[in-house]
């Protein structure tokens, strides 16, 4: 069956990059996301990849995708305080639902 | 533009009483609608998947008549939970498929209802 994982803390210094990764299961995957949630908040879209890219950057984001080894990351440039939160990576796993499938998320502390 | 709403953020009720909860998406319209629910520090898990205007799709486990979807328009469902117990206690997470975003699978989510089942 379909399953994501993730390591579960990572801890990081203001100003320093952090690097979230995720592997999954379903090489049949057609899109992979990135949400951030908050303390108490919904989950906040940051941002995707189609599954035949290896590399998209957004801003401080940089996600990279290795197809062969069902791996993610998530690169965030100059990490804030503001950036803590829990991340989730998600594998849509095609057909007419094309639900989401999520790793249990990354909770990222950054110290000042 | 894409933005979910729901209502209540949160609630306390007593053991036995009923639950409506209300997902709206506010400037799109919602073709498919996702209910998740998320226990302390756990991933989602996704209860069901709600179509307008046809019955919705309850994942294995999820007890379909505990928990009642309805989504009458393209723009709002409601999940009702039966004659709550404390086990229900939970955080619950809507989505909806917007199908102008980037993706065909995007799902933007709300913020969520804390409940709390006493």
């Known amino acids: 069956g379909e399953d994501v994982e993730q390591s579960l803390f990572l801890s990081v210094r203001e100003g320093d990059s952090s690097v979230i990764n995720c592997t999954y299961t379903?090489?049949?995957?057609?899109?992979l996301y990135w949400y951030k949630q908050e303390p108490g908040a919904g989950l906040q879209l940051l941002t995707y990849?189609?599954?035949?890219?290896d590399m998209k950057q957004d801003q401080r984001l940089t996600v990279l995708l290795n197809k062969k080894d069902k791996h993610l990351s998530l690169r965030i440039a100059d990490t804030q305080t503001g950036d803590s939160a829990i991340y989730f990576c998600?594998?849509?796993?095609?057909?007419?639902?094309?639900?989401?499938?999520f790793g249990k998320g990354t909770k990222l502390s950054v110290k000042p | 533009g894409a933005v979910v709403s729901q209502h209540p953020s949160w609630v306390i009720c007593k053991s036995g009483t009923s639950v409506k909860i209300e997902c709206r998406s506010l400037?799109?319209?919602?073709?498919?609608m996702f209910w998740y629910r998320q226990f302390p520090k756990q991933s989602l898990m996704l209860m069901a998947t709600?179509?307008?205007?046809?019955?919705?799709?309850?994942e294995q486990g999820v007890e379909k008549d505990k928990f009642l979807i309805n989504h009458a328009s393209l723009t709002l469902s409601t999940l009702t939970v039966t004659s709550a117990h404390p086990e229900d206690s939970s955080f619950y997470i809507c989505?909806?498929?917007?199908?102008?975003?980037?993706?065909?699978?995007?799902?933007?989510f709300g913020p969520g209802t804390r409940l709390t089942v006493t």
């Open positions: 990849i189609f599954s035949n890219m």
């Open positions: 989505s909806a498929r917007y199908m102008g975003a980037g993706t065909p699978y995007e799902q933007y």
């Open positions: 400037d799109f319209q919602a073709t498919t």
């Open positions: 709600s179509n307008e205007g046809s019955k919705a799709t309850y």
């Open positions: 379903d090489s049949s995957s057609t899109y």
């Open positions: 998600a594998e849509s796993i095609g057909g007419s639902q094309g639900n989401l499938i």
